[in-house]
Nanobody
Framework: VQLQASGGGLVQAGGSLRLSCAAS????????MGWYRQAPGKQRELVAV???????NYADSVKGRFTISRDNAKNTVYLQMNSVKPEDAAVYYC???????????????WGQGTLVTVSS
């Protein structure tokens, strides 16, 4: 199983960016899919998560600005980032809780990270 993240880059403060993360491989079911970020010198933190049932949760720092969504047919999770702030600059990682077979416990998989740089 692989998670391939894309969409990072340079964005001006106040601008928008859309991240994508596609899971591939022999997948039975994907439970939660989410985005984390890690800024230099800081710990990795949760940005947003979307459950298989359609619920979403956000870090307080991004509520009202970021939107997480999923395309379950494509095993893909998106993060729409609007009104981006300098403090949003970080490496963004996607993750997913994935079951490979019906009677197996799910495992957590991580994407390779995509860098978001914000110019002020």
């Amino acid at each position: 199983v692989q998670l391939q993240a894309s969409g990072g880059g340079l964005v001006q403060a106040g601008g928008s960016l859309r991240l994508s993360c596609a899971a591939s491989g022999s997948i039975f079911r994907i439970n939660d899919m989410g985005w984390y970020r890690q800024a230099p010198g800081k710990q990795r933190e949760l940005v947003a998560v979307a459950t298989s049932g359609g619920s979403t949760n956000y870090a307080d720092s991004v509520k009202g600005r970021f939107t997480i969504s999923r395309d379950n047919a494509k095993n893909t999770v998106y993060l729409q980032m609007n009104s981006v702030k300098p403090e949003d600059a970080a490496v963004y990682y996607c993750n997913a809780e994935i079951k490979l077979q019906l009677y197996q416990r799910p495992n957590t998989y991580w994407g390779q990270g995509t860098l978001v740089t914000v110019s002020s």
